[in-house]
T-cell receptor, first 112, second 112 residues
Framework: NAGVMQNPRHLVRRRGQEARLRCSPM?????VYWYRQLPEEGLKFMVY????????ESGMPKERFSAEFPKEGPSILRIQQVVRGDSAAYFC??????????FGQGTRLTVV | DQQVKQNSPSLSVQEGRISILNCDYT??????FLWYKKYPAEGPTFLIS?????DKNEDGRFTVFLNKSAKHLSLHIVPSQPGDSAVYFC???????????FGTGTRLKVLA
């Protein structure tokens, strides 16, 4: 049973480009979470999804950010028109229920 | 508004001694608490959890204590080992939700 898979591990984008971060949850896990970690800070909740539904997006910026978890395929976190302040580590986690969430290795986004 | 607080950014402990990491929370609706360990450039790894119906949970060298009246939890590691050196995050979720709120982390250094 593979763990939570995130790709790419590192992503470099120029200002104004789009960033797409992918997350494949653990087998059997229907709950997916996205967190962002800025340098020297903790993990900030962004969005919680179940299959095809966004349950809680209270931590996600209203503009430029979107997330999806389609019926087939990975969850995608999309950042449009990236700015330098979007540079961070983005972590995805999954859980089967209200239990411990398992995290992926993260995607480190650098905006140049 | 930081609902989960880890007031000690760092802690140094001698190998073989006890490490005590503390976490305070403000939201009385939190009913599930977790501790994660994180190494640089990796995703957080789940360590141990506790439900609000308990006041203690033990797993090997790791014990979590929950004091609901004080809204405080702590992680005890005994005996501490150099491999325990990492950043430790506590997290909490409220009843009826799956969103985890993380503290800012405590960097533990175990000295050989």
């Amino acid at each position: 049973n593979a763990g939570v898979m995130q790709n790419p591990r590192h992503l470099v984008r120029r200002r104004g480009q789009e960033a797409r971060l992918r997350c494949s949850p653990m087998k059997g896990h229907s709950h997916v979470y996205w967190y962002r970690q800025l340098p020297e800070e903790g993990l900030k909740f962004m969005v919680y999804l179940q299959k095809e539904n966004i349950i809680d997006e209270s931590g996600m910026p209203k503009e430029r950010f979107s997330a999806e978890f389609p019926k087939e395929g990975p969850s995608i976190l999309r950042i449009q028109q990236v700015v330098r302040g979007d540079s961070a580590a983005y972590f995805c986690a999954s859980s089967p229920d209200k239990a411990e969430a398992f995290f992926g290795q993260g995607t480190r986004l650098t905006v140049v | 508004d930081q609902q989960v607080k880890q007031n000690s950014p760092s802690l140094s402990v001698q190998e073989g001694r006890i490490s005590i990491l503390n976490c305070d929370y403000t939201n009385s609706m939190f009913d599930y608490f977790l501790w994660y360990k994180k190494y640089p450039a990796e995703g957080p790894t789940f360590l141990i959890s506790i439900s609000s119906i308990k006041d203690k949970n033990e797993d090997g060298r790791f014990t979590v204590f929950l004091n609901k009246s004080a809204k405080h939890l702590s992680l005890h590691i005994v005996p501490s080992q150099p491999g325990d050196s990492a950043v430790y995050f506590c997290a909490a979720s409220a009843a009826g939700t799956y969103k985890y709120i993380f503290g800012t982390g405590t960097r533990l250094k175990v000295l050989a």
